[in-house]
């Protein structure tokens, strides 16, 4: 396995997927569940990730080529997505891109279950995390690389898993501060992966500014 490439997929996939960014929302949506119906919500919304996570892995890129869509074309295009997040991040409000609109946040009332709308999908799945599915298996060379990404994904959703767990425990111990600054930390890194997206996709795109 590839150390450094399993390294980068790991630090992208914790940032655009971060479990503590997605905390205060579902404790939110949560808000008067038992500890049986948190609970049962928290193992619904890790199995439609993983679900989501699967499908995107294998079918992301026959998706983009029913549409002539080539890998580096995606990645620009997923690399000023990833931007945006990231400095809706480091500037302290959401991206509607990433966590739905106000309206489409609160449309959460009228459905029979919070775990895949609005949690799963698009507060920890949604176009940054896609995005970066996509173009990571799409640039992987060999088991070793699809192996890197796997793990990195596994790793990040059980970390989601325990997260939301133990969401109510972690949500008196973790202090706004505390999220403000892992925010804005996360942002950075995001936002560095975005610029390193954009730039080789625009170098194999036009070979010129090589």
Not at 8 to 31: D, H, R
Not at 159 to 186: D, H, K
Not at 198 to 207: E, M, W
């Amino acid at each position: 396995m590839d150390t450094a490439y399993f390294v980068k997929s790991l630090g992208a996939f914790f940032a655009i997927m971060n479990p503590f960014l997605a905390l205060p929302m579902f404790l939110s949506l949560t808000e008067g569940f038992d500890a049986a119906q948190r609970r049962r919500t928290a193992i619904a919304v890790i199995f439609f990730s993983t679900a989501m996570c699967l499908m995107i892995g294998f079918a992301g890129l026959r998706v983009l080529s029913v549409f002539g869509i080539g890998v580096q074309d995606f990645r620009v295009a997923g690399g000023i997505v990833l931007m945006m997040i990231a400095l809706g991040m480091l500037n302290g409000r959401g991206v509607a891109a990433h966590a739905g609109s106000a309206a489409e946040q609160a449309h959460h009332a009228d459905l029979d279950s919070v775990a895949f709308y609005p949690i799963t999908f698009p507060m920890i799945i949604g176009p940054g995390t896609i995005t970066t599915i996509v173009v990571f298996t799409g640039q992987a060379q060999g088991m070793a690389d699809y192996g890197a990404i796997a793990l990195s994904l596994g790793l990040v959703l059980g970390a989601t898993a325990v997260v939301l767990l133990m969401a109510e425990r972690i949500g008196r111990v973790m202090s706004q501060t505390l999220r403000v600054i892992m925010t804005r930390l996360m942002g950075m890194i995001l936002a560095a992966i975005a610029v390193e997206m954009v730039a080789t996709g625009l170098r194999s795109l036009l070979p010129g500014l090589a």
